[in-house]
Protein backbone atom coordinates (compact mmCIF):
# COMPACT_ATOMS: atom_id res chain seq x y z
CA UNK A 1 0.00 0.00 0.00
CA UNK A 2 1.13 3.28 -0.99
CA UNK A 3 2.30 5.59 2.17
CA UNK A 4 2.74 9.66 2.92
CA UNK A 5 1.92 11.57 -0.15
CA UNK A 6 1.23 8.75 -2.59
CA UNK A 7 -1.56 7.52 -0.31
CA UNK A 8 -5.13 8.44 -1.69
CA UNK A 9 -7.62 10.34 0.97
CA UNK A 10 -9.18 7.91 3.22
CA UNK A 11 -12.77 9.19 2.24
CA UNK A 12 -11.42 8.28 -1.52
CA UNK A 13 -9.92 4.40 -0.38
CA UNK A 14 -13.38 3.76 1.40
CA UNK A 15 -15.76 4.73 -1.52
CA UNK A 16 -18.09 1.86 -1.92
CA UNK A 17 -16.34 -0.66 -4.85
CA UNK A 18 -20.72 -2.17 -5.01
CA UNK A 19 -23.93 -1.69 -4.00
CA UNK A 20 -23.81 -3.79 -1.05
CA UNK A 21 -21.29 -1.20 0.42
CA UNK A 22 -23.72 1.32 -0.03
CA UNK A 23 -24.81 3.27 2.90
CA UNK A 24 -27.75 5.04 2.86
CA UNK A 25 -30.40 5.99 0.13
CA UNK A 26 -32.22 2.69 0.39
CA UNK A 27 -35.32 4.52 -1.42
CA UNK A 28 -33.81 5.03 -4.89
CA UNK A 29 -31.37 1.48 -4.74
CA UNK A 30 -34.47 -0.40 -3.82
CA UNK A 31 -34.75 -3.65 -6.78
CA UNK A 32 -35.66 -2.69 -9.72
CA UNK A 33 -35.16 1.15 -9.48
CA UNK A 34 -34.16 2.83 -12.58
CA UNK A 35 -30.81 3.84 -10.85
CA UNK A 36 -30.43 0.23 -9.32
CA UNK A 37 -30.90 -1.23 -12.85
CA UNK A 38 -28.73 1.25 -14.42
CA UNK A 39 -25.74 0.41 -11.84
CA UNK A 40 -26.35 -3.35 -12.41
CA UNK A 41 -26.35 -2.73 -16.58
CA UNK A 42 -29.43 -3.92 -17.17
CA UNK A 43 -30.14 -5.20 -20.73
CA UNK A 44 -33.55 -5.57 -22.25
CA UNK A 45 -35.49 -2.99 -24.02
CA UNK A 46 -35.50 -0.74 -21.94
CA UNK A 47 -32.03 0.88 -22.18
CA UNK A 48 -29.76 2.84 -19.80
CA UNK A 49 -30.92 6.22 -19.02
CA UNK A 50 -28.59 9.16 -18.09
CA UNK A 51 -29.26 10.94 -14.39
CA UNK A 52 -28.99 13.92 -12.68
CA UNK A 53 -28.12 12.83 -8.92
CA UNK A 54 -29.83 15.97 -6.49
CA UNK A 55 -28.28 15.69 -3.15
CA UNK A 56 -25.75 17.24 -0.09
CA UNK A 57 -22.37 16.94 -0.06
CA UNK A 58 -21.03 13.24 0.67
CA UNK A 59 -24.37 11.60 0.46
CA UNK A 60 -22.77 9.33 -2.52
CA UNK A 61 -23.32 10.74 -5.81
CA UNK A 62 -19.50 10.30 -7.07
CA UNK A 63 -19.88 6.81 -5.46
CA UNK A 64 -22.81 6.30 -7.42
CA UNK A 65 -21.61 7.54 -10.56
CA UNK A 66 -18.17 4.88 -10.45
CA UNK A 67 -20.91 2.39 -9.90
CA UNK A 68 -23.07 3.19 -13.02
CA UNK A 69 -19.68 3.18 -15.02
CA UNK A 70 -17.92 -0.27 -13.58
CA UNK A 71 -21.15 -1.84 -14.49
CA UNK A 72 -20.84 -3.93 -17.96
CA UNK A 73 -17.16 -2.74 -18.56
CA UNK A 74 -18.54 0.56 -19.25
CA UNK A 75 -15.93 3.63 -19.84
CA UNK A 76 -16.01 6.58 -17.10
CA UNK A 77 -14.86 9.63 -18.10
CA UNK A 78 -15.46 12.60 -15.12
CA UNK A 79 -15.24 16.26 -15.64
CA UNK A 80 -16.04 19.40 -13.23
CA UNK A 81 -17.80 21.86 -14.36
CA UNK A 82 -15.92 24.49 -12.36
CA UNK A 83 -12.64 23.52 -14.70
CA UNK A 84 -14.82 22.12 -17.89
CA UNK A 85 -15.87 23.92 -21.16
CA UNK A 86 -17.88 23.13 -24.19
CA UNK A 87 -14.84 21.85 -25.77
CA UNK A 88 -13.82 19.60 -23.23
CA UNK A 89 -18.00 18.27 -23.74
CA UNK A 90 -17.35 17.74 -27.34
CA UNK A 91 -14.10 15.79 -26.66
CA UNK A 92 -16.04 13.46 -24.76
CA UNK A 93 -18.75 13.19 -26.85
CA UNK A 94 -16.84 12.20 -29.51
CA UNK A 95 -14.52 9.70 -28.40
CA UNK A 96 -17.74 8.17 -26.88
CA UNK A 97 -19.16 7.91 -30.50
CA UNK A 98 -15.87 6.14 -31.60
CA UNK A 99 -16.04 3.41 -28.90
CA UNK A 100 -19.51 2.74 -29.47
CA UNK A 101 -19.20 2.65 -33.00
CA UNK A 102 -15.70 0.56 -32.82
CA UNK A 103 -16.05 -1.37 -29.97
CA UNK A 104 -19.14 -1.19 -28.87
CA UNK A 105 -18.54 0.19 -25.45
CA UNK A 106 -20.30 2.76 -23.50
CA UNK A 107 -19.11 5.51 -22.05
CA UNK A 108 -20.20 7.27 -18.74
CA UNK A 109 -19.78 11.32 -18.42
CA UNK A 110 -19.76 11.95 -15.08
CA UNK A 111 -20.09 15.73 -14.27
CA UNK A 112 -19.65 17.01 -11.08
CA UNK A 113 -21.54 20.74 -10.09
CA UNK A 114 -23.34 20.92 -13.13
CA UNK A 115 -25.53 23.47 -11.66
CA UNK A 116 -22.42 25.81 -12.51
CA UNK A 117 -22.58 25.31 -15.98
CA UNK A 118 -24.32 27.48 -18.56
CA UNK A 119 -27.20 27.20 -20.50
CA UNK A 120 -24.89 26.91 -23.50
CA UNK A 121 -22.73 24.40 -22.04
CA UNK A 122 -25.30 22.53 -20.95
CA UNK A 123 -27.09 22.75 -24.11
CA UNK A 124 -23.78 21.24 -25.47
CA UNK A 125 -24.87 18.08 -23.76
CA UNK A 126 -27.89 17.35 -25.60
CA UNK A 127 -26.54 15.36 -28.36
CA UNK A 128 -24.83 12.99 -26.68
CA UNK A 129 -27.51 12.47 -23.96
CA UNK A 130 -30.58 12.59 -26.86
CA UNK A 131 -28.83 9.45 -29.29
CA UNK A 132 -27.10 8.08 -26.18
CA UNK A 133 -23.67 8.36 -27.07
CA UNK A 134 -23.00 9.12 -23.63
CA UNK A 135 -24.54 8.15 -19.94
CA UNK A 136 -24.32 11.24 -18.07
CA UNK A 137 -24.37 11.20 -14.64
CA UNK A 138 -24.73 14.46 -13.28
CA UNK A 139 -24.28 15.48 -9.39
CA UNK A 140 -25.49 18.93 -7.94
CA UNK A 141 -26.08 20.31 -4.67
CA UNK A 142 -28.35 22.40 -5.94
CA UNK A 143 -32.34 22.49 -7.11
CA UNK A 144 -32.10 20.66 -10.77
CA UNK A 145 -35.28 22.64 -11.53
CA UNK A 146 -33.74 25.75 -11.23
CA UNK A 147 -30.03 25.14 -12.26
CA UNK A 148 -30.74 22.76 -14.80
CA UNK A 149 -32.44 23.46 -18.15
CA UNK A 150 -35.47 21.67 -18.97
CA UNK A 151 -34.74 19.54 -22.12
CA UNK A 152 -31.40 17.89 -20.08
CA UNK A 153 -34.17 17.07 -17.42
CA UNK A 154 -36.79 15.51 -19.58
CA UNK A 155 -34.14 13.28 -21.22
CA UNK A 156 -32.75 11.96 -17.42
CA UNK A 157 -33.99 10.77 -14.17
CA UNK A 158 -33.78 13.07 -11.53
CA UNK A 159 -32.44 11.37 -8.54
CA UNK A 160 -32.69 12.72 -4.92
CA UNK A 161 -30.32 11.69 -2.43
CA UNK A 162 -31.01 12.12 1.35
CA UNK A 163 -28.30 13.34 4.02
CA UNK A 164 -27.12 9.89 6.15
CA UNK A 165 -28.51 8.91 9.01
CA UNK A 166 -26.09 9.52 12.67
CA UNK A 167 -26.73 5.54 12.08
CA UNK A 168 -25.48 5.06 8.88
CA UNK A 169 -22.43 7.34 9.40
CA UNK A 170 -21.42 5.41 12.49
CA UNK A 171 -21.48 2.18 10.11
CA UNK A 172 -18.89 4.15 7.90
CA UNK A 173 -16.36 4.78 10.49
CA UNK A 174 -16.34 1.51 12.30
CA UNK A 175 -16.03 0.29 8.24
CA UNK A 176 -13.21 2.35 8.06
CA UNK A 177 -11.61 1.53 11.33
CA UNK A 178 -11.42 -2.27 10.47
CA UNK A 179 -11.37 -2.38 6.63
CA UNK A 180 -8.20 -3.02 4.82
CA UNK A 181 -8.34 0.05 2.73
CA UNK A 182 -8.39 2.31 5.39
CA UNK A 183 -7.30 1.69 9.39
CA UNK A 184 -7.01 -2.57 8.51
CA UNK A 185 -7.72 -2.47 12.66
CA UNK A 186 -4.59 -0.93 13.70
CA UNK A 187 -6.14 1.65 15.44
CA UNK A 188 -9.72 1.77 17.22
CA UNK A 189 -12.32 4.55 17.64
CA UNK A 190 -13.47 5.59 21.57
CA UNK A 191 -17.26 5.74 21.70
CA UNK A 192 -17.64 9.29 22.24
CA UNK A 193 -15.05 10.26 19.68
CA UNK A 194 -16.77 8.40 17.54
CA UNK A 195 -20.44 9.76 18.51
CA UNK A 196 -18.43 13.49 18.15
CA UNK A 197 -17.56 12.61 14.60
CA UNK A 198 -20.85 11.42 13.84
CA UNK A 199 -22.48 15.01 15.46
CA UNK A 200 -20.27 17.13 13.08
CA UNK A 201 -20.45 15.02 10.48
CA UNK A 202 -24.09 16.47 9.91
CA UNK A 203 -24.76 13.32 7.75
CA UNK A 204 -22.05 13.86 5.21
CA UNK A 205 -20.03 10.51 4.93
CA UNK A 206 -17.07 12.39 3.24
CA UNK A 207 -16.84 14.79 5.82
CA UNK A 208 -17.03 12.19 8.96
CA UNK A 209 -14.09 10.24 6.86
CA UNK A 210 -11.76 13.41 6.80
CA UNK A 211 -12.37 14.40 10.12
CA UNK A 212 -11.53 10.18 11.57
CA UNK A 213 -8.50 10.61 9.55
CA UNK A 214 -7.19 14.00 10.90
CA UNK A 215 -8.10 12.51 14.42
CA UNK A 216 -5.77 9.30 13.18
CA UNK A 217 -3.21 11.34 12.33
CA UNK A 218 -3.39 12.73 16.04
CA UNK A 219 -3.56 9.91 17.50
CA UNK A 220 -0.63 8.49 15.16
CA UNK A 221 1.29 11.46 16.21
CA UNK A 222 1.14 11.00 20.18
CA UNK A 223 2.93 7.21 19.84
CA UNK A 224 6.60 7.60 20.19
CA UNK A 225 8.61 6.37 17.86
CA UNK A 226 9.97 2.65 18.18
CA UNK A 227 7.17 2.22 20.89
CA UNK A 228 6.01 -1.41 21.10
CA UNK A 229 2.84 -0.60 22.95
CA UNK A 230 0.77 -3.65 22.39
CA UNK A 231 -3.09 -3.61 20.40
CA UNK A 232 -4.38 -1.05 18.19
CA UNK A 233 -3.59 2.90 18.78
CA UNK A 234 -6.88 4.35 20.38
CA UNK A 235 -8.57 7.30 19.11
CA UNK A 236 -9.91 9.76 21.77
CA UNK A 237 -12.05 11.99 21.71
CA UNK A 238 -9.48 14.78 22.58
CA UNK A 239 -8.12 13.67 19.20
CA UNK A 240 -10.97 14.14 17.30
CA UNK A 241 -11.26 17.55 19.02
CA UNK A 242 -8.15 18.68 17.99
CA UNK A 243 -7.75 17.07 14.72
CA UNK A 244 -11.01 19.59 13.59
CA UNK A 245 -10.78 22.25 16.40
CA UNK A 246 -14.36 21.46 17.08
CA UNK A 247 -15.11 20.67 20.61
CA UNK A 248 -17.86 18.51 21.80
CA UNK A 249 -20.81 20.11 23.15
CA UNK A 250 -21.97 17.39 25.89
CA UNK A 251 -25.67 16.80 24.53
CA UNK A 252 -27.89 14.04 24.54
CA UNK A 253 -30.92 14.65 22.36
CA UNK A 254 -32.76 11.97 23.68
CA UNK A 255 -31.78 12.25 27.62
CA UNK A 256 -31.55 15.04 30.07
CA UNK A 257 -29.24 17.68 28.37
CA UNK A 258 -31.52 17.35 25.86
CA UNK A 259 -34.57 18.84 27.92
CA UNK A 260 -32.23 21.12 29.84
CA UNK A 261 -30.65 22.98 27.02
CA UNK A 262 -33.74 23.45 25.73
CA UNK A 263 -35.68 24.95 29.31
CA UNK A 264 -32.81 26.96 29.45
CA UNK A 265 -33.22 28.59 25.86
CA UNK A 266 -36.47 29.06 26.78
CA UNK A 267 -36.40 30.44 30.06
CA UNK A 268 -33.14 32.85 28.94
CA UNK A 269 -35.64 34.26 26.23
CA UNK A 270 -38.43 34.96 28.95
CA UNK A 271 -35.22 36.75 31.05
CA UNK A 272 -34.68 38.73 28.33
CA UNK A 273 -30.93 37.68 28.31
CA UNK A 274 -30.04 37.91 24.71
CA UNK A 275 -26.24 36.55 25.26
CA UNK A 276 -27.77 33.90 27.32
CA UNK A 277 -30.46 32.77 24.66
CA UNK A 278 -28.17 32.67 22.05
CA UNK A 279 -25.87 30.72 23.70
CA UNK A 280 -28.12 28.02 24.50
CA UNK A 281 -29.69 27.92 20.62
CA UNK A 282 -25.56 27.62 19.49
CA UNK A 283 -25.36 24.47 22.13
CA UNK A 284 -28.56 23.08 20.51
CA UNK A 285 -26.97 23.50 16.81
CA UNK A 286 -23.76 22.26 17.33
CA UNK A 287 -24.37 18.92 19.28
CA UNK A 288 -26.87 18.34 15.94
CA UNK A 289 -30.70 19.03 17.45
CA UNK A 290 -33.29 19.26 14.59
CA UNK A 291 -33.71 22.97 13.89
CA UNK A 292 -37.19 22.01 13.39
CA UNK A 293 -37.51 21.32 17.40
CA UNK A 294 -36.07 24.65 18.16
CA UNK A 295 -38.04 26.48 15.80
CA UNK A 296 -41.34 24.90 17.62
CA UNK A 297 -39.99 25.91 21.02
CA UNK A 298 -39.14 29.59 19.78
CA UNK A 299 -43.37 29.43 18.20
CA UNK A 300 -44.77 28.37 21.40
CA UNK A 301 -42.28 31.41 23.35
CA UNK A 302 -43.36 33.86 20.96
CA UNK A 303 -47.16 33.39 22.83
CA UNK A 304 -46.22 32.17 25.74
CA UNK A 305 -43.85 34.85 26.92
CA UNK A 306 -44.55 37.46 25.09
CA UNK A 307 -48.01 37.26 23.47
CA UNK A 308 -49.57 40.68 23.17
CA UNK A 309 -46.47 42.44 24.59
CA UNK A 310 -45.18 42.33 21.02
CA UNK A 311 -47.83 40.35 18.86
CA UNK A 312 -44.97 40.58 15.59
CA UNK A 313 -42.87 38.35 17.95
CA UNK A 314 -45.41 35.13 16.60
CA UNK A 315 -45.00 36.38 12.89
CA UNK A 316 -40.86 36.35 13.07
CA UNK A 317 -40.92 33.04 14.93
CA UNK A 318 -43.75 31.49 12.43
CA UNK A 319 -42.33 32.33 9.56
CA UNK A 320 -38.47 31.08 11.03
CA UNK A 321 -40.26 28.03 11.72
CA UNK A 322 -41.56 27.29 7.84
CA UNK A 323 -38.27 29.18 6.86
CA UNK A 324 -36.23 26.33 8.76
CA UNK A 325 -38.28 23.53 7.44
CA UNK A 326 -37.93 24.84 3.61
CA UNK A 327 -34.09 25.91 3.90
CA UNK A 328 -32.31 23.38 6.41
CA UNK A 329 -28.71 23.88 7.99
CA UNK A 330 -26.55 25.64 7.98
CA UNK A 331 -28.51 28.78 7.04
CA UNK A 332 -31.25 27.89 9.17
CA UNK A 333 -28.92 29.02 12.16
CA UNK A 334 -29.06 32.75 11.01
CA UNK A 335 -33.07 32.52 10.96
CA UNK A 336 -32.96 30.95 14.07
CA UNK A 337 -31.35 33.74 15.62
CA UNK A 338 -33.08 36.22 14.73
CA UNK A 339 -36.59 34.60 15.79
CA UNK A 340 -34.56 34.03 19.26
CA UNK A 341 -33.63 37.82 19.40
CA UNK A 342 -36.72 39.13 18.56
CA UNK A 343 -38.55 37.09 21.74
CA UNK A 344 -35.44 37.97 23.68
CA UNK A 345 -35.71 41.56 23.51
CA UNK A 346 -39.60 42.09 23.34
CA UNK A 347 -41.64 43.41 25.99
CA UNK A 348 -42.70 40.38 27.79
CA UNK A 349 -46.79 39.65 28.98
CA UNK A 350 -48.16 36.22 29.79
CA UNK A 351 -51.83 37.39 29.87
CA UNK A 352 -52.91 35.54 26.92
CA UNK A 353 -51.44 32.51 28.53
CA UNK A 354 -52.74 32.96 32.18
CA UNK A 355 -56.26 34.09 30.57
CA UNK A 356 -56.74 30.98 28.21
CA UNK A 357 -55.42 28.63 31.58
CA UNK A 358 -57.94 30.21 33.40
CA UNK A 359 -61.22 29.73 30.95
CA UNK A 360 -60.36 25.90 30.53
CA UNK A 361 -60.59 25.86 34.07
CA UNK A 362 -63.78 26.61 34.97
CA UNK A 363 -65.08 24.69 32.07
CA UNK A 364 -63.28 21.74 33.23
CA UNK A 365 -64.82 22.74 36.56
CA UNK A 366 -68.09 22.62 34.91
CA UNK A 367 -68.50 26.45 34.76
CA UNK A 368 -70.61 28.18 32.07
CA UNK A 369 -73.74 27.36 31.26
CA UNK A 370 -76.01 27.57 28.19
CA UNK A 371 -75.29 29.68 25.59
CA UNK A 372 -77.22 32.96 25.78
CA UNK A 373 -80.03 32.49 23.04
CA UNK A 374 -79.96 35.64 21.60
CA UNK A 375 -75.80 34.30 20.35
CA UNK A 376 -77.11 31.13 19.44
CA UNK A 377 -77.29 29.90 15.58
CA UNK A 378 -80.21 30.99 13.71
CA UNK A 379 -79.53 30.48 10.17
CA UNK A 380 -81.57 26.88 10.15
CA UNK A 381 -85.03 26.14 10.12
CA UNK A 382 -86.91 26.72 13.35
CA UNK A 383 -84.37 28.42 14.87
CA UNK A 384 -86.83 31.61 14.90
CA UNK A 385 -89.46 29.77 16.21
CA UNK A 386 -86.77 28.33 19.34
CA UNK A 387 -85.69 32.30 20.02
CA UNK A 388 -82.76 31.34 18.66
CA UNK A 389 -80.75 35.31 17.41
CA UNK A 390 -83.81 36.79 19.04
CA UNK A 391 -82.45 40.34 20.61
CA UNK A 392 -78.58 39.72 18.90
CA UNK A 393 -77.56 43.14 18.48
CA UNK A 394 -75.55 43.36 15.44
CA UNK A 395 -72.16 45.27 16.57
CA UNK A 396 -71.63 46.99 12.87
CA UNK A 397 -74.52 48.70 13.34
CA UNK A 398 -73.75 50.62 16.13
CA UNK A 399 -72.09 54.16 15.82
CA UNK A 400 -69.24 53.06 17.86
CA UNK A 401 -69.04 48.98 16.60
CA UNK A 402 -69.71 47.74 19.56
CA UNK A 403 -73.10 46.12 21.19
CA UNK A 404 -73.95 46.62 24.90
CA UNK A 405 -75.33 43.23 25.31
CA UNK A 406 -74.54 40.03 27.33
CA UNK A 407 -71.71 37.73 25.83
CA UNK A 408 -71.39 35.30 28.37
CA UNK A 409 -72.99 31.97 30.01
CA UNK A 410 -75.59 33.46 32.94
CA UNK A 411 -73.32 32.16 35.13
CA UNK A 412 -70.24 33.83 34.61
CA UNK A 413 -71.32 36.88 34.23
CA UNK A 414 -69.68 40.00 36.58
CA UNK A 415 -67.56 36.93 37.79
CA UNK A 416 -65.22 36.60 35.20
CA UNK A 417 -61.82 38.85 34.26
CA UNK A 418 -59.43 36.38 32.26
CA UNK A 419 -57.72 38.92 30.21
CA UNK A 420 -55.58 41.01 32.47
CA UNK A 421 -53.33 43.78 29.85
CA UNK A 422 -49.97 44.23 31.42
CA UNK A 423 -48.92 47.60 31.32
CA UNK A 424 -45.24 46.44 28.59
CA UNK A 425 -44.73 46.57 25.03
CA UNK A 426 -47.99 46.79 23.01
CA UNK A 427 -50.13 45.81 25.98
CA UNK A 428 -49.96 49.29 27.48
CA UNK A 429 -52.28 50.46 25.00
CA UNK A 430 -54.68 47.12 25.16
CA UNK A 431 -55.02 47.97 29.20
CA UNK A 432 -57.30 51.17 28.40
CA UNK A 433 -59.21 50.20 25.52
CA UNK A 434 -60.20 46.32 27.31
CA UNK A 435 -61.50 48.43 30.37
CA UNK A 436 -63.37 50.91 28.18
CA UNK A 437 -64.61 47.75 26.18
CA UNK A 438 -65.92 46.20 29.36
CA UNK A 439 -67.86 49.55 30.38
CA UNK A 440 -69.35 49.47 26.87
CA UNK A 441 -70.19 45.73 26.22
CA UNK A 442 -71.51 44.49 29.53
CA UNK A 443 -74.49 45.46 31.40
CA UNK A 444 -74.11 44.40 34.85
Known amino acids: MPTGAALPPLAVRMRPRSLEEVRGQGSVLRAGSPLRRLIEGSAGAAGPLSAIIWGPPGTGKTTLAHLVATAADR????????????????????????????????????????H??????QDALLPGVENRQVILVAATTENPSFSVIAPLLSRSMLITLGSLTDEEVAEVLASAVADDRGL??????????????????????????TSLEAAAGVALDEVAPGSDAEGPVEITLAHTEQAVAHASVRYDKTGDQHYDVASALIKSMRGSD????????????????DPRFIARRIVISASEDVGMGDPTALQTAVAAMHAVAQIGMPEARIILAQAVVHNAL?????????????????????????????????????AARLGHGDGYVYAHSEPDGVARQDYLPEDLQGQTDYYRPTDRGFEERLGPRWTWLKGRIRRS
Open 346 to 382: APKSNAAYTAINEAIADVRAGRGGAVPPHLRGSGYAG
Open 274 to 289: VDAALHYLARMLEAGE
Open 75 to 114: RFVELSAVTAGVKDVRQVMDQAARDRDLYDRQTVLFLDEI
Open 184 to 209: AGEMSLADDARDHLVRIAGGDARRAL
Open 116 to 121: RFTKAQ
